[in-house]
C-alpha cells in the first residue's frame, strides 16, 4: 500500500536529527576537501533531501494530536516538488541540452555525477511523499473527527 505504518512513521520522527545531520554533512563535504576532490563529489540534490526529511520529521512530531497538519504536510510537499523540478530541470538542461546548431554534448563526469545525485534524491524524495501523504491522511481523518465532536 501506498501509505506507510503508523510504526514506520513514528521511526522517521525519531531518526529526524539523523535525517538533518547526514545532509548537512553530506551538503558540507565539498567544503570539507582539498579544491580538486571537493567539486567532484557534491551531491546537492541528495543532501537537500536528507535534510528535508529530517525539516519533515522536526515539522510533525505532534502528526497525531495537533489538527490541522495536513494542510501544512500538503503545503510544503507541493512547494518542495516545484523546487525540485525546477532546479531538476535547470541542471538538466545545462549540462545535457545544446544550443540550436550544435553538436549533442557528451556524458562527462559532471552529467554522470548528476544522474546519480538526481537518482538517489528521487528515492529519497518518494519516501518524504509517503511519509508526507501519510501524515496528511491520517492527520485530515483526526481533525474531521474532532470537528464532529
Known amino acids: ?11 522517521i520522527i525519531q531518526n529526524r536529527k539523523r ?3 547526514s545532509g548537512l554533512m ?3 563535504i565539498p567544503f570539507l576537501l582539498p579544491k580538486p576532490w571537493g567539486i567532484s563529489c557534491s551531491a546537492p540534490f541528495t543532501s ?17 494530536s495537533d489538527p ?16 525540485l523540478m ?4 535547470e541542471q538538466y538542461r545545462s549540462l545535457f541540452m545544446a544550443e540550436p546548431g550544435q553538436p549533442p554534448r557528451p556524458l562527462n563526469w559532471n552529467g554522470l555525477k548528476f544522474v546519480l545525485d538526481s537518482t538517489l534524491a528521487l528515492l529519497i524524495y518518494s519516501r ?10 491520517k492527520n485530515w481523518k483526526i481533525t474531521k473527527e474532532l470537528k464532529r465532536k
Open 68 to 83: 490541522g497538519l495536513w494542510m501544512l504536510a500538503v503545503l510544503i510537499t507541493l512547494a518542495n516538488s516545484a523546487c
Open 128 to 137: 518524504v511523499v509517503k511519509f508526507a501523504a501519510t501524515v496528511s491522511i
Open 26 to 28: 553530506i551538503f558540507l
Open 48 to 64: 537537500f533531501m536528507l535534510m528535508g526529511f529530517g525539516i519533515y520529521g522536526f515539522a510533525f512530531r505532534s502528526w497525531r
Open 19 to 21: 535525517f538533518f545531520l
Open 1 to 11: 500500500m501506498f501509505l506507510l505504518a503508523e510504526a514506520k512513521v513514528d521511526r
Open 86 to 89: 525546477f532546479y531538476e530541470y
